[in-house]
């Protein structure tokens, strides 16, 4: 049996090679890559960089796309699976299916999302980031 191990998520060509030899791949496609490798779609009211790269990886190597998340329930981490989804060529379709999927679980249990990791980094042309520097603080005036 093969050792688990990291790809890098600009190593695209070893997840493909992974895939299509049968091999397993779990990915956390909500992390925001930039507005050149992802679309805009809705995501909690926002419009959000969203990258359909995992509907292209399952495409291109005729792999099984197998939803599952982690929720605590009744103290207990509970791995939840889900049937498996098939996408056909439209990105902007697999990328609102994503943020609507990620929504449903978040709904269950807010707290358990990592929200700190900058999700809205990249806007929209002509919107400020909602993750801009603060003013420095003014200790004379104590603003």
């Not at 207990?76 to 679980?105: G, R, S």
């Not at 709904?107 to 919107?127: C, D, L, N």
Request: proline share 9%; aromatic share 12%.
């Amino acid at each position: 049996m093969p050792k688990a191990h990291a790809i890098r998520a600009n190593q695209v060509r070893q997840m493909r090679d992974l895939l299509s030899s049968g091999g397993v791949l779990m990915t956390f496609p909500d992390h925001d890559m930039g507005p050149q490798r992802s679309v805009w779609v809705d995501f909690m009211g926002v419009p959000t960089a969203t990258c359909p790269a995992f509907m292209k990886l399952a495409r291109i190597s005729n792999a099984q796309c197998l939803p599952a998340y982690f929720l605590h329930q009744d103290q207990q981490p509970t791995l939840t699976f889900q049937a498996p989804v098939v996408f056909d060529d439209d990105a902007k379709a697999a990328a609102t299916w994503l943020n609507h999927w990620l929504e449903d679980i978040i709904a269950q249990a807010p707290a358990e999302y990592f929200w700190v990791h900058r999700r809205f980094k990249s806007q929209p042309k002509g919107t400020p980031c909602p993750y801009a520097e603060p003013e420095a603080f003014d200790a004379q005036n104590g603003s």
